[in-house]
Nanobody, 120 residues
Framework: QVQLVESGGGLVQAGGSLRLSCVAS????????VAWYRQSSGKQRELVAR???????NYADSVKGRFTISRDNPKNMIYLQMNSLKPEDTAVYYC??????????????WGQGTQVTVSS
C-alpha cells in the first residue's frame, strides 16, 4: 500500500501563494487518480483537486482558476499550487487516492496532512 506524506503548508496573507507537496513511498506511475482534500475546523473534509494518471484534472468550484494540481511520476510527487489564497482556504490539506466507487472514500488511510492558514 503506497503511503503519501504531505508538506509545504504554512501561514500566508490573503492573496498570497503556497505550493503543497506530497511524496509517495513508491512509484505512482501505475496509480490512476490522486487528489488533494482539505478539512477546515467544524466542516467535513472536501475534495479540492484531482488528477488522473493521464493528467486530466478537475477542481472544486471554490478553487477553480486559483489552484493547480500536478504530478511528477518519476519523482513520485504530487503538487498543489495555490494562488490568490483566501481566508476561507484555511484548512488541513491531505493528499490521497480517491476510491473508485466514490471520492468520499479513499484507498488506504489519511496522512497527517499539512496546515494552511490564510490571514486576512
Amino acid at each position: 500500500q503506497v503511503q503519501l506524506v504531505e508538506s509545504g503548508g504554512g501561514l500566508v496573507q490573503a492573496g498570497g501563494s503556497l505550493r503543497l507537496s506530497c511524496v509517495a513511498s513508491r512509484s505512482i506511475s501505475g496509480i490512476n487518480d490522486v487528489a488533494w482534500y482539505r478539512q477546515s475546523s467544524g466542516k467535513q473534509r472536501e475534495l479540492v483537486a484531482r488528477i488522473t494518471g493521464g493528467g486530466i484534472t478537475n477542481y472544486a468550484d471554490s478553487v477553480k482558476g486559483r489552484f493547480t494540481i500536478s504530478r511528477d511520476n518519476p519523482k513520485n510527487m504530487i503538487y498543489l499550487q495555490m494562488n490568490s489564497l483566501k481566508p476561507e482556504d484555511t484548512a488541513v490539506y491531505y493528499c490521497a487516492r480517491p476510491h473508485p466507487s466514490s471520492s468520499r472514500f479513499i484507498i488506504g488511510s489519511w496522512g497527517q496532512g499539512t496546515q494552511v492558514t490564510v490571514s486576512s
